[in-house]
């Protein structure tokens, strides 16, 4: 039962998304996955998605479903690439993964317009600017 499992906090990753590249006519964006711990994450799994209000219409976009291994503390692996038209509604990251025989989990959320220059900022341990949430 739910209530039997006893949920730790996650403490110590991050998700941010952040500006690869730039041309004069478009600006290469990606969501990466960061382990500030002092441990090694192991069966990584991140599900995305985005939902939201576009125009007055309620839009929904497809579920990713991604497992990427194991990631050594201090260190980040990229999730997927993000079109920028996105910012404006929720983009939500639902991670789960294990410390040792320990499982945790952690939903991330982007709020609309989250992503926006005014928060954009050198993001720790990749180096480029982007917006983080940990």
Do not use: C
């Amino acid at each position: 039962m739910k209530k039997d499992i006893d949920f730790l906090e996650v403490v110590d990753i991050g998700i941010s998304i952040v500006l690869e590249s730039e041309s004069s006519e478009n600006r290469n964006w990606k969501a990466y996955l960061l382990n500030f711990k002092t441990d090694t994450i192991s069966n990584v799994l991140v599900s995305t998605k985005g939902y939201g209000l576009l125009n007055g219409a309620e839009v929904k976009t497809a579920t990713f479903r991604h497992s990427l291994g194991s990631l050594a503390p201090q260190s980040f692996t990229p999730i997927e690439i993000i079109d920028e038209s996105l910012f404006v509604i929720h983009n939500e990251f639902w991670l789960s993964f294990y410390i040792g025989d320990r499982v945790f989990d952690k939903k991330i959320t982007f709020l609309p317009d989250t992503i926006s220059a005014v928060n954009v900022d050198l993001i720790p341990l990749i180096m480029l600017p982007g917006v983080i949430i940990r």
